[in-house]
């Protein structure tokens, strides 16, 4: 009988996949991609027209909210209901792709987690939970992926809390550089499992959502898990080369880092949903970690360059067009995509058609928000793979800020009444005062 193959290190691992998708990055091509969808100018008018009236309907409902259980339904319906033209008329939705939104409980999932952010944290910001809100909908999205229920485990309420908490604790200028370097050593001590007593009441919060990793995942069963949440923190702790002023270009390996910062996140994500991954599923996640990264970089260009924040876009914009970087991007998503083959749960189909069709108008409209970084024929050219048009986009966006529209107050209108998260909290306030110090 052959003995079995000892698995690599998830350290090693995450090294292989970094040098292997840096390496695919460079292999990409930087032409012109081809779209399968094009636009005329009167689909834009049509659809920026189509797109005016949503937003409208759906201030509307905002503004006279849902009191009772009655009318959270009624409203979901009608909302469902207009929602569903929208997304089929205008983006092109087929019905079975807008099926994986609405039959497994993106929303009732996002609206729980609201609520229990809010208790967990009742001063934490909307902002925050939003953000946060979104890891939700990533790791749910690999629980389908993965043939498990769409629902709010301890672990994935707890992971997408972390790093809210860790990056603003980090990013607050009212914490001294030595109580940063601190809490980073014993936020590392206690992802290993030590007792490590909190310094305040923020520790403490961090302190809880690492303890709602463990009651769900017994660190002796699920070593990967843990593996996963060292890596990301080490990423993280290496990612703030990045975080640099003046260094030029070849001071810093900013791909490299970049691709290990988001593909370790993503990672993580797959491992606090499943215990475990296969190869093929982790270089799955790992790589499409990576991409969701550079998208992030292209939203935030601006914001990064103020900041100092050194990525491909915020060292390349003003410099040169991003004309040609923007369409590696592209191509690097499209061979990503090409690696979901690893999953064949029920749904995994129809969620691989609904992440496909959506991803590139998202880059579309990102690209279409820095007209000052591409030339005029470029953007003109991505225009005409985008459903609406740059300046409808850009009318809508401006009417949302105007108006302070919050997804969140969409989310909060559906929060169920009731808050399971009391009784983990309890057990752990518990176990604590008898465990610490």
């Known amino acids: 009988m052959s003995e079995p193959i000892e698995r690599i290190s998830l350290t090693k691992q995450i090294e292989q996949l970094t040098h292997q998708f840096v390496g695919l990055w460079w292999h990409c091509d930087s032409s012109f991609p081809g779209f399968d969808q094009s636009f005329t100018a009167a689909d834009h008018k049509r659809n920026d027209t189509a797109l005016q009236a949503y937003v409208r309907r759906m201030e509307a409902e905002l503004k006279t909210p849902p009191v009772n ?242 990525t491909l876009f915020s060292q390349t914009a003003g410099r040169w067009p991003l004309d040609e970087l923007t369409n590696h991007v592209f191509h690097f998503g499209a061979q990503v995509f090409q690696t979901l083959d690893c999953f064949t749960g029920p749904d995994a189909e129809a969620l691989k058609e609904l992440i496909q069709s959506a991803v590139d108008p998202m880059l579309i409209a990102s690209a279409g928000t820095y007209p000052q970084f591409y030339t005029r024929l470029y953007l003109k050219r991505l225009e005409e793979h985008l459903p609406f048009s740059f300046s409808g986009l850009k009318q809508v966006r401006t009417r949302l800020e105007r108006e302070r529209f919050s997804m969140m107050g969409l989310v909060k209108a559906f929060a169920p009444s009731t808050m399971t998260i009391d009784v983990r909290l309890l057990a752990f306030n518990l176990q604590s005062q008898a465990i610490l110090p």
Request: charged letters at 25%; one cysteine or more.
């Open 69 to 310: 259980a009655e009318g959270r339904e009624t409203t979901r319906q009608r909302i469902t209901a207009f929602s569903t033209v929208f997304a089929r008329d205008t983006l092109g939705f087929t019905g079975r792709q807008f099926d994986v939104i609405l039959s497994h409980g993106f929303l009732d999932v996002a609206a729980r987690f609201a609520e229990e952010a809010h208790h967990f944290d009742p001063a934490m910001r909307e902002e925050d939970i939003y953000q946060a809100s979104r890891n939700v909908m990533t790791m749910n999205f690999i629980q389908l992926l993965l043939g498990q229920p769409v629902t709010l485990t301890p672990a994935i309420f707890a992971y997408s809390m972390l790093y809210p908490y860790t990056d603003n604790y980090l990013d607050d200028p009212a914490v001294s550089a030595d109580d940063k370097r601190a809490f980073v050593k014993r936020f590392r001590r206690r992802l290993g499992g030590e007792g490590v007593y909190p310094a305040n009441q923020h520790e403490r919060s961090i302190w809880q959502l690492v303890w709602m990793v463990e009651q769900q995942y017994p660190r002796a069963q699920y070593g990967r898990v843990y593996e996963s949440l060292y890596a990301i923190h080490d990423a993280q702790c290496r990612s703030l080369q990045l975080l640099n002023h003046v260094s030029s270009p070849y001071e810093a390996d900013v791909l490299g880092l970049v691709f290990e910062k988001g593909g370790v996140s993503v990672l993580a994500d797959g491992y606090l949903v499943a215990g475990d991954l296969t190869d093929e599923q982790s270089r799955f996640m790992f790589a499409y970690g990576a991409y969701t990264q550079l998208m992030d970089d292209m939203e935030d260009i601006l914001s990064d360059r103020v900041a100092g924040v050194q």
